[in-house]
């Protein structure tokens, strides 16, 4: 089993930065790999981003692709996501989740463990 807890959301105006971090317990952090999606109301879960448990492989989605940035510190266990550059668009619920499958990164189904959540708000 792995507890994630996410936090670090909050209300940021358009073009403003945020962290959001994932902590996690209760397994060995150091040979998971993480995913971040993220879920506005009435749409679909949607993957942002994701990273390898040695960090040397890293996944982004295209709308997020040079403005947001994963990266982990093992010691913490602890995977961070740096978000730049957000706009109204970005708005919405951060989850992290454990890649526990060998399918896609890409895809909310081949994760498990999922966080509460934390809430991204981007005023205009």
């Known amino acids: 089993q792995v507890q994630l807890v996410e936090s670090g959301g909050g209300l940021v105006q358009a073009g403003g930065s945020l962290r959001v971090s994932c902590v996690a317990s209760?397994?060995?952090?150091?040979?998971?790999?993480i995913g971040w999606f993220r879920q506005a109301p009435g749409k679909e879960r949607e993957f942002v981003a994701a990273?390898?448990?040695?960090?040397?492989?890293?996944y982004y989605a295209d709308s997020v692709k040079g403005r947001f940035t994963i990266s982990r510190d093992n010691a913490k266990n602890t995977v961070y996501l740096q978000l730049n550059s957000l706009t109204p668009e970005d708005t919405a619920v951060y989850y992290c989740?454990?890649?526990?499958?060998?399918?896609?990164?890409?895809?909310?189904?081949?994760?498990?463990?999922w966080g509460q959540g934390t809430q991204v708000t981007v005023s205009s």
């Open positions: 989740a454990v890649h526990t499958m060998s399918g896609s990164y890409y895809t909310a189904t081949e994760y498990g463990y």
């Open positions: 209760g397994r060995t952090f150091n040979w998971l790999d």
């Open positions: 990273i390898s448990w040695s960090s040397d492989a890293t």
